[in-house]
Each structure stands twice: as structure tokens, then as C-alpha cells.
Nanobody, 124 residues
Framework: QVQLVESGGGLVRPGGSLRLSCVAS????????IGWYRQAPGKQRELVAA???????NYPDSVKGRFAISTDNAKNAVYLQMNSLKPEDTAVYYCNIQTGGYYQGRFYPNVDYWGQGTQVTVSS
């Protein structure tokens, strides 16, 4: 069973930066979507960054221009660079990898992988 391990969260002052990492325990095939989500206390989980197969990225207006998602296939890793952090960015952040379909002639069932979450706190 593939596991996603997140790191990089912590306490940062407003205006600061953090880089979150999400590393898979093994290579994942037939990936068609990668994303970072966050959930603040009392709120629903929301998407903050997404990357589709082909490298198209999407961000909500609340983080556009401040957050950037990237991948390193050689390291089985996904990253979220967060700059100009604000107190409202405080939340638990989760990485998500969606797989499924055909890859190199082999069928892979649809599976949604999630990291365990990492706390990001933005406060002075």
C-alpha cells in the first residue's frame, strides 16, 4: 500500500514562506491528478493547488500568485511552495494523488492517495 508522507509545516510569521513536501513510499503509476488541500478548524477541506497530467496547474484566487505546486518524479515527491503567508492560511495541509487508467498498456484502478497532513500556523 502506497503511503504519502508530508513534512515542512510549522509556525511562520505573516509574510514568511514555507515549503511543504509530500513523498510517496514507492513510485505511483497512472497519475492523472495531484493536489494540495487544506482544512482549517471548523471549515471544510479546500483545494489550494492542483496539477493535472500534462502539467496544467490551477489555484484558487485566495492563494494565486503566492503558492506554487511542483513535482520531482525521480524522488516520488510533490511540493507546495508557499510565499507571503497570511494568518488565514493557517490550516492542516494535505497532499493528494489521484491515479487510474491505462499506463504503458497496463490498467490501474482508480485510487485516491492522501497524506497524513501537516500543520501550518501563520502568526506573529
Amino acid at each position: 500500500q502506497v503511503q504519502l508522507v508530508e513534512s515542512g509545516g510549522g509556525l511562520v510569521r505573516p509574510g514568511g514562506s514555507l515549503r511543504l513536501s509530500c513523498v510517496a513510499s514507492e513510485h505511483i503509476f497512472a497519475v492523472y491528478g495531484i493536489g494540495w488541500y487544506r482544512q482549517a478548524p471548523g471549515k471544510q477541506r479546500e483545494l489550494v493547488a492542483a496539477s493535472s497530467d500534462g502539467g496544467v496547474t490551477n489555484y484558487p484566487d485566495s492563494v494565486k500568485g503566492r503558492f506554487a505546486i511542483s513535482t520531482d518524479n525521480a524522488k516520488n515527491a510533490v511540493y507546495l511552495q508557499m510565499n507571503s503567508l497570511k494568518p488565514e492560511d493557517t490550516a492542516v495541509y494535505y497532499c493528494n494523488i489521484q491515479t487510474g487508467g491505462y499506463y504503458q498498456g497496463r490498467f490501474y484502478p482508480n485510487v485516491d492517495y492522501w497524506g497524513q497532513g501537516t500543520q501550518v500556523t501563520v502568526s506573529s
